[in-house]
């Protein structure tokens, strides 16, 4: 009897896979969509307890102005806490592509604009928290 012989695969790595790269910014990039997803709640929360303070004024006209509630307290929160979560995905998403060999590095594609695009986003939500913060003052 004769039995077919199955050609061998070759289970070594190749040693460029750029879909490391690619993985990585997939990874930045739902980070960012999360961070930006929590500012957004943090956003609307801090704004309703803008809206009760509001309503509440107009139900009972000549009442003294009501303190801001824990509304804008757990919004700023929110926000504070999306933008540190993309700050921090930028500096860790940076750290790992420095240590890739730059055989799995893209040419063409431009590395930097995903690392600027999250910090700048980050930045701008801690200042979105600190005009939350002072406009609730």
């Given at each position: 009897?004769?039995?077919?012989?199955?050609?061998?695969?070759?289970?070594?790595?190749?040693?460029?896979?750029?879909?490391?790269?690619?993985?990585?910014?997939?990874?930045?990039?739902?980070?960012?969509?999360?961070?930006?997803?929590?500012?957004?709640?943090?956003?609307?929360?801090?704004?309703?307890?803008?809206?009760?303070?509001?309503?509440?004024?107009?139900?009972?006209?000549?009442?003294?102005?009501?303190?801001?509630?824990?509304?804008?307290?757990?919004?700023?929160?929110f926000?504070?806490?999306?933008?540190?979560?993309?700050?921090?995905?930028?500096?860790?998403?940076?750290?790992?592509?420095?240590?890739?060999?730059?055989?799995?590095?893209?040419?063409?594609?431009?590395?930097?604009?995903?690392v600027?695009?999250?910090?700048?986003?980050?930045?701008?939500?801690?200042?979105?928290?600190?005009?939350l913060?002072?406009?609730?003052?």
């Amino acid at each position: 009897m004769r039995t077919a012989v199955k050609p061998r695969r070759s289970t070594a790595m190749p040693e460029s896979d750029p879909r490391v790269f690619f993985a990585a910014e997939r990874t930045l990039l739902a980070w960012l969509r999360t961070g930006l997803t929590i500012i957004a709640l943090g956003f609307v929360v801090a704004r309703f307890g803008l809206f009760l303070q509001l309503l509440s004024a107009q139900s009972q006209p000549g009442s003294a102005q009501p303190h801001p509630g824990p509304s804008a307290a757990l919004g700023v929160t929110f926000v504070v806490v999306g933008a540190l979560a993309i700050l921090i995905a930028t500096v860790q998403h940076h750290r790992f592509v420095a240590t890739l060999p730059l055989s799995d590095l893209p040419r063409s594609y431009n590395r930097t604009f995903a690392v600027a695009l999250s910090a700048v986003i980050g930045v701008l939500g801690l200042l979105l928290s600190a005009y939350l913060s002072i406009s609730h003052a």
